[in-house]
């Protein structure tokens, strides 16, 4: 699939099904031994401590179902398409299109347990700029590296966190100012798995590769 045609195809069925993939059936999530659904209380994915959230977040979809059932009986299931099913698969492909670039750049490296730690972990992340789209996402777009070193921070801190550990970070840091729709295509061509440098003596550090 790595030709042009191939790559349109796999960005167009990430960008439309690729979150509901993931949370029905951990589609590039995280391995298992056995099969994970995001929306199975027993499922490997959680604990016992989170068991009943879940349950509680099931209730809610099954309601939210139930009205769009309802709204489609009476406005017409074009017209919840339109209103509901349009706004719902943008925001999806944002949401895939966001993380993806922000954890997918040939300069991010990956690590095994012999050499990952939570602060290697933590700046393998990549900012990036959207422009004007930057403050409507809230800059989690430009400021995902300082998100991932302080998770629990607010959002409007962000700006001012990530001024604060550039100079820190130093080369550290990674940003990309690559136009987002240039960037999405040379990831798609150039990040296809992930493969330990030929003479490294990082034994457990692994790169972006896109040839077999």
């Known amino acids: 699939m790595n030709n042009p045609p191939g790559r349109v195809l796999i960005i167009l ?6 979150w509901p993939l993931y949370l029905a059936f951990n589609v590039s999530g995280r391995p298992y031994d056995r099969f994970a659904c ?32 309802r709204v489609a ?19 999806n492909g944002f949401l895939v299109l966001i993380t993806y670039l922000q954890h997918t750049h040939p300069a991010l490296p990956h690590y095994d347990s012999s050499e990952w730690d939570w602060l290697r972990g933590a ?10 789209l930057n ?3 809230h800059n989690i777009t430009d400021t995902h590296v300082a998100h991932h070193l ?16 550039k100079p820190l970070l130093g080369d550290y840091y990674k940003f990309d100012s690559t136009p987002v729709p240039k960037a999405l295509w040379r990831e798609a061509k150039e990040c296809l798995y992930v493969e330990k440098d ?10 972006y590769k896109n040839k077999y």
């Open 135 to 137: 403050k409507v996402f």
């Open 13 to 18: 069925i990430q960008l439309t099904l690729g």
């Open 38 to 69: 995001h929306y199975d209380p027993y499922g490997p994915i959680y604990n016992d401590r989170e068991r009943l959230q879940i349950f509680v977040s099931d209730a809610g979809i099954l309601a939210a179902i139930f009205l769009l059932y």
């Open 73 to 91: 009986v009476t406005k017409g299931l074009s017209w919840l398409i339109c209103i509901y099913g349009v706004p719902l698969l943008i925001v």
């Open 150 to 165: 302080f998770s629990t921070m607010p959002h409007y801190n962000a700006m001012e966190a990530t001024k604060a550990i």
């Open 123 to 132: 700046l393998a992340t990549m900012d990036r700029d959207y422009g004007v």
């Open 198 to 207: 030929e003479g490294s003596q990082d034994k457990g550090v692994f790169w």
